[in-house]
């Protein structure tokens, strides 16, 4: 009789535990879920989980690298970076879709994004895609870097869950690249294919410059490179920046590049909210002037492409600068462009990124 009375004690006993531990498991879950993939603390050391996951890898590691070796260096081994690249083309990520999500979410810690995948909350973030705002890298520099630099990361910071850190560009500066069309001027452009690729103002511009859109995902399903639009046959053209003709022509490409200098594929290194916040004030300053630091030295490696591309001759032959009178043309679109960005980032945000410029 005891011993039967100590069987269903013993039952409860061990249900008890078992609620207790999935309890305790669920609420560390949603406490994990809560602080992003949060850095991980081992023996007071911080991993950050940096994911690189789409196009372009390379200029992405560079800056990466510098951060993890600054932030390492300057943390004295209290912060650890760990920087994931995919092993496959399948674990690579759209850049559009799913880099946002998994920072947000907390599935990866930091990472590298374009500005665009922000721009649906954090309005301002339309104006950087503005054709022909910015006259040249100095100028980039003092909007990344001042006030209005801090007044896009504060846009990202109140409307989103990641924590903005520094902006650059992935390429530097745009233009046209084709690889079976001669591009000596802008009308050589109308109804070439070219993917559509940027984000409100960059796609007015493709309007008057009548090309004929498609997706940025190709029939293939290959929606990460550049350069495989062209050598697939998906587009006639692309918006392409320097690397990514200095790869093409290195691999033999027919390539011709109607030097515009439209626009710029911006970039900023973010990190998870969460993340950011578990950090004491001191690794988050560290970590603050590591991304600044990064971002500067990835803005000044593409400024080396694009010497390099317009002064080896290799390159240099495949290069068609502007006319005067297309250049005044795209001056005129841009405007027009312009106006599309300002009804959704504001004229007084357009005119502070050109007062930079001393206008």
Partial sequence: MLAAMKRPLFALLIAFVVIVALGTFQSRNESAQQAAAAAAVDDGVVTINWMIGHEPIHYFLRAAQTFKDLVEERSHGEIVVNIILPETQDERIDFRDQARGMLESGAVDMMQAYTGTFSNDAKSIYALDTPLLFRDYRHIDAVLEGPVGESLIADIDTHTNAKALAFTFSGGYMSFVSSENDLASLTDLKNLRVPEQGFNAAGVLLGQLNVTPVPWEAPNGDKYSFWSHLTTGHAQA?????????????????????????????????????????LTEEQQAIVREAAIEAARAERQEV??????????????????????????????????????????????LIDAIKKEAGE
């Fill in 303 to 348: 400024e080396a492409d694009e010497a390099r591309l317009l002064s080896d001759e290799k390159y240099a032959q495949h290069v068609h600068e502007l006319s005067e009178s297309d250049r005044e043309l795209l001056e005129d679109y841009a405007a027009q462009a312009e106006d599309a960005a300002a009804e959704v980032a504001g004229q007084d």
């Fill in 238 to 278: 692309i918006e392409g920046v320097y690397n990514d003709a200095i790869e093409l022509i290195d691999g033999g490409e027919p390539i011709s590049i109607l030097h515009s200098k439209h626009r710029v594929l911006f970039t900023v290194l973010a990190m998870n909210t969460d993340v950011y916040n578990s």
